[in-house]
Structures are given as structure tokens and as C-alpha cells.
């Protein structure tokens, strides 16, 4: 049986390969502080994970350029060691694994999507890595008791309820007729609970309740519904894809709803996508250019808004804002901690209670930020056609007030 | 015989040292003997058989939800466990995760081995292409419907039980590694078992000529059914291995993951020889390392080579790495070879 020779030199082969490759770097090289990501940059989620690596680097080049982090008396630089997550949850768990045991980070920063955190928070709750997280924001990554895992944002259930109880109050105090779409994913699914929520306690009836698949691109039969049944509200979550898919449908199909709630408008790009059809979309946000919050890197979030249009020619999303403020959460964290112990960073994470040009930061026992509400805007266009999204609630920060109800296509 | 024993005790060995050889890579290594297994069970379809499958995801798939879901519900209520994302956390202590794991194992196979069995007796009977397609939407239906039980998550997705605080940190690494590379060994032994009787060449007398098969007294749909439930068999058992060490599961793209372990199982088989037993094993292990190699070195563009890589496995190794080895040294594969008659043909030319 000569094959055996070519199985066993197969065998000898992998097995020197295996072992020539194990490089290890370590947590913090020289002057670097290596962090360790698994971003989105193909498949479903590839733009917000675009978003969410340019709010990284963008806050990376900021610190390490006034000086860096200063730990022990000595100045550090922030680096990280990004993979491709391929959108993928199996993909992203085994890169976590990746990232630390093979790559030897100890402080990662978190994936785009709340399916992605919540296939990678187990394993860094395993090794006791630090997880700055700033795009999981399903509300059930907060009850697992995880206790390395910190987030920038407000759970994905306070999303949108807002809108309802907007709705509602608009409406006379009266009970509303809500119809909803969400994609089939952790994160939509955690706003369908919100609104849920919101209904049973404003006593709404949800007359339309439908799921839409992942990489979503056509939501007519849920619209064809909507223009037989006259909803008060039309709910829509389904990331970018969801916010596009349905601009373009119901602009398309001359759907007529007084309200239309969304997530990812901004992620979307929709006002400059989609102009005037996206005239009136309600969204909720994490955060806006123009709130009054800031912080002594990138001052005010007009300015940060500036510097990144700058870099990257677009206006930033709230997923870029937050991935940025994650960052600084770190730098506060090892300062505080004034060590590169785990333990001792994870604490300082806990402990937080910081402004940045994105909000306040303050970590409640889950992980999640409690500092910091949801904001509403919309997008309202000028006479030329110039669309531009303006914060309607809350009314602290409010630029515009809410138009309600739509106006209908006819009218347009 | 005895050189065959020894190269099967030094692969055994190196199969039970890996993980303390090198213990960063126990993920991988334990991901590699899901693949392995995944490649030789839809060998046996697709290599023995010709009936290229696209369905054998759905075995693993179901394989997965079922293994978790009995290792949640022996000791928690399900629905509650799943609602809302999981919103509840109920832990498992270290010997209920053992006993609902040993559990879980035993009904992602058994249950995904009967499906196969209801399944190929309805469908089995399409022959090629109509075969293929057909398979396919199963995988693609089996997503979107788990994608919309409410009990298993639906499209929160279902967070297997984390791993008890056992051992050290490399418990749960090593519990995995080993889980699946015992797997692998008991589908090799099975599957090598089942090759060396009749059986094999009835798979590869219906991949030659389904209908001289059935003239000659075979019963082809019999040995097409049993066929297939072995490969459900170890595919569920796959499965819910998978399931355990992801610590997640997500209905299209981590269960019925059509689109890429789905395809990976077909290309592996091809890439190592398919219609081999040893092909699916190396074509699994050279993917494997290729794929992870693209992973890291060609970021963004990884599907970009791996796509270059298939092209080229089709143009120069139609046959795969076995066939192309067995053209070249034919009489290491134990084929006689006439020197004679060979350099005669090497004249004429």
C-alpha cells in the first residue's frame, strides 16, 4: 500500500505548517495597545460594517495623534487587528476565538449587529477579554449576566416605541392601529418586543404583523396590506436593506400611512439616496450631528460630522459616532485602571461615567449605557429637493418640528 | 494489513495530540473534523452514488436545533429559554450540560437519520440535475420555516448552554475538539466498514447505470434510502457538535447554512477525489487550510481566491487529488501497470 506514503507525508506536511504558523502577539506591544475586531466587511452587513471600521479608525488616528493612551507614565498607541465576520455568526465566534488565543489580543471592540455580538460575547465572557461593543444592542445581550461585556448604545427594545407613544399622544391620547415589518434578525426582532411593548401599554392594536426575510429586497405583499388596511403607523426595521426596500417600495407603490417609523435611515444614506421619496421617513438614531454633547477629542458632534465627511466623503451614521465613542470608552478605561490587567481594565469599564461627543456613557449591571435616550429625527426636505434629517424628539434637542400625519402622494 | 494498522495508529495519535500540540488552533481543528465528516458523508451521495445532493445541510441543520433544544428542554422550559432572544438565563450545571449533551447527540442523529428516510423515499426517485434541485430547496425551505418557530428563536436566533465552569480555560476547547474528532473516527470506521461490502459497489453500479442496476435484480431505491440515512446520520451528529462549540444558532446562516456549508461539502469532495475514501478526508483538510490561509491574508477579497481556487481545482483537477495522484502513480493504488504495454503507447504517440 504505497499510499499510505503520500497520506503520511500529507499528514507531516500539516502538521509543520500548523506548527510554523502560531505567531503570537502579544495585548501590548513596545508602545501599542492591540485591539482586536471582526468586522463586517462582505456579505449582508457589509456597509454598516464599512460605518463601524471607519468610526474605529477615525478614533484611533484621533488618540494616538493627541497623545495617545498614558499608562504607568508611559504613552501608548491604540492598533487593531481587524477580520472579516462575512456578516456570519459562526464565521464571527471563530474569530473571537481567533483574535485571542492565536492572535493573543486581551481588549476586543465589538462586531456590526446584535447576531454578531451575541455569537462572540460568550467567548470573550470564557477567556475574561474586555468587550467595548457599540452595534449589539438586542436587549437580551443585557440579561446574560456577561460581565465583560460593555455597550455604548441604548438596547434595540427603546428603538422605536418612542414613535408609538408619539403616535398615540398625537392622536388624542387614543389607541392606535400599528402595522409592522421586521427582518428576521436578532436586532429587528428586539424592536418588534419594543414595539410590542409600547402597544399593549398605550393599548394599540397591531394589525399587520409580518416578517421579512434577511437580505431583504421586497416587502410588496406586507405594502399591498398596508394600503388595504389604513394603519396609523407602518413600522419597518430590517438594517440599510429594510430602510432602502421600503423607501423605494412605498414611494413605488403610492403607499399612503400618516406615520412611518424606521431604523437605519442614516446608516441608509436614504436622504441622499432616495430624496424626496424619503420625505417624512421617522427614524430612530443612537445619536445626531447636531446633539449638545462633547468631549475634548472631537469636540462637538457637528465638528466630528466635519472631520469625518472629510476622511470619508459621507456624513457619518450614528453606527460610525458610536463605534467611534467605543474607543474613548476604552482610553478612559485603561487611564483609570492605569494597568493592562484584564481584571483590572473590566472594572474601570464598569465604573465609566463619561461625555463624549456621542453621550453620555454610563454602564448599567447588564453592560448596557444608560446615559444616554434615543433620539427621533426625520427627513424633511426644502423647496429644492435638499433633504436633510432634523431631530424631532426628545424636544430638548428637537430642530424641526414632527410633520404628522404625511402628507398624501397626491398631495405631494 | 500491518502497514495499514500503523498508519491508522499514528493518525489516531495525532488526531488525540493536536489540541496540546497546538492548542490555539483547537477551534479550527475541531471545525476541520465537522468539514471532514460533512465531506465523506455527502461522498457517499455524491462520490458512490452520483446524486449530487445540495440537502444534506438540512440534516445538520436539524441536527443542530434538535441536539440544543433537548439539551435546554431535559431540565428548562424551551420556550422560555428562547423568548425574547433568551432573555432568561436558566445555567446548567456541569453534569446536566453533559447528560443534555450526550442526549442532544443521540436525537440530532437519530432524528435527522429517520427524516432522510421519509424524504428519500419521496424524493429519491428524481434522477440528476431534477435531484440537485430539488435538494436544494430543502435546505433553502428548512432555513426560512426554522427562521419563524417561535420555540427555537425564530430569527433571534437560539443561544446554545454555555459551556459549565469545568476544568480550565481550555476545558471547553479540548471537550469539543475531542467530541468531534471522535465523531470523525466513528464516521470513518463506519463509512469504511460499509465500502468494504456490497454495498459500495451497488452505490457505484447505480452512479454507473442506474437502470442496468435495477435490470440486474438490484433494489436501487433500497440502497439509495439506506445511503442517504447514513449520511443524515453523521451529518445531525455534525450538527450538533457545531452547535455546541458556535454557542449560537441562527437559522440560514449558521444551521441550514446552505450557502456555505452547504457548498463547502460538495467542494471539498471534488477538490480530494470524490467516488474515494480517503479524498473527502484530504480535500476537506487542503480547503481547510486554504481557507483559513485567505481568511488572513487577503482580507476582503478572500472569496475572491477562493473563487480562483474552484476554477482552478476544475481545470487541472477535474478528478480531484486523489484521481490526479492515482493518474500519475497508478500502481501505488494498487493497479497493475504493463511497463511494456505503457511505453509501447508512449512510441506510438
Known sequence: MKINKIILSFISAIAILLSTSVVSFAKVVGDKIVLGAAISLTGKYSSNGVHTQNGYNLAVERINSMGGVKVGGKTYKFEIIYYDDESNPKRAAQLAERLISQDGVEFMLGPYSSGLTKAIAPVTEKYGVPMVEANGASRSLFTKGYKYLFAVLAPANLY???????????????????????????????????????????????????????????????LVKVKQMKPDVLVVSGHTKGALTAIRQIAEMKVDVPM?????????????????????????????????????????????????????????????AESSAALLVFKDAFERANSFDKKKVRDALAATNMQTFYGNIKFAEGGQNVDKPMVLFQVICDGSGKCENKVVAPLKWASAKLVHPIPKWSER | ????????????????????????????LSILCVLIILAITWNIQGGEMGYNSF????????????????????????????????????????????????AGLVVAAIIPTIVAGLIGYAILGLRGHYFAICTLGLGVAAGEISGGIEIIG??????????????????????????????????????????????RLILNAIRDNEDKAEAMGIQTMKYKIIGWMISAF??????????????????????????????????????GGKGTLWGPVIGATVFHIFKEGFWTFFLGWQYVALGVLIVVIVIYFPEGIMGWLREKYPERFGEVVDEADRKAQVELK
Open chain 1, 160 to 222: 422605536l416605541d418612542v414613535a408609538i407613544e408619539t403616535a398615540v399622544e398625537l392622536n388624542g391620547g387614543k389607541p392606535v392601529r400599528i402595522a409592522q415589518a421586521f427582518e428576521q434578525d436578532a436586532f429587528s426582532q428586539d424592536v418588534r418586543l419594543g414595539i410590542l411593548d409600547a402597544a399593549k401599554r398605550t393599548g394599540s392594536e397591531i394589525i399587520i404583523d409580518d416578517k421579512l426575510p434577511k437580505e431583504l429586497n421586497d416587502m410588496a405583499a406586507t
Open chain 1, 260 to 320: 412611518l417609523a424606521m431604523t437605519h435611515c442614516d446608516a441608509a444614506k436614504l436622504s441622499k439616496q432616495h430624496g424626496k421619496n424619503s420625505q417624512y421617513a421617522l427614524c430612530a438614531s443612537q445619536w445626531h450631528k447636531s446633539l449638545t454633547y462633547k468631549d475634548k477629542f472631537f469636540g462637538t458632534g457637528m465638528k466630528y460630522a466635519k472631520d469625518f465627511e472629510k476622511q470619508f466623503k459621507y456624513d457619518p451614521p450614528y453606527q460610525s
Open chain 2, 234 to 271: 453523521f451529518c445531525g451528529l455534525a450538527g450538533g457538535i457545531m452547535g455546541g462549540l458556535v454557542g449560537y444558532i441562527d437559522s440560514t446562516d449558521v444551521a441550514f447554512d446552505g450557502r456555505e456549508m452547504g457548498v463547502f461539502m460538495v467542494l471539498m469532495a471534488i477538490l
Open chain 2, 55 to 102: 440537502g444534506n445541510i438540512l440534516f445538520y441543520g436539524l441536527g443542530m436545533y434538535l441536539c440544543a433544544s433537548v439539551q435546554v428542554g431535559m431540565f428548562f422550559p424551551l420556550a422560555e429559554w428562547t423568548e425574547s432572544g433568551g432573555e432568561k438565563t436558566f445555567v446548567h450545571t456541569p453534569s446536566q450540560f453533559f447528560q443534555g449533551m450526550a
Open chain 2, 154 to 199: 425564530a430569527g433571534q436566533g437560539f443561544t446554545t448552554p454555555p459551556f459549565p465552569n469545568v476544568g480550565g480555560l481550555e476545558a471547553r476547547g479540548e471537550f469539543f475538539y475531542l467530541l468531534s474528532f471522535v465523531a470523525l473516527v466513528l464516521t470513518f470506521i463506519v463509512v469504511r466498514g460499509v465500502y468494504s461490502t456490497r454495498f
Open chain 2, 1 to 28: 494489513m500491518n502497514k495499514n494498522f500503523i498508519l491508522y495508529a499514528l493518525i489516531l495519535t495525532f488526531g488525540i495530540a493536536a489540541p496540546f500540540i497546538f492548542p490555539a488552533f483547537k477551534v479550527q
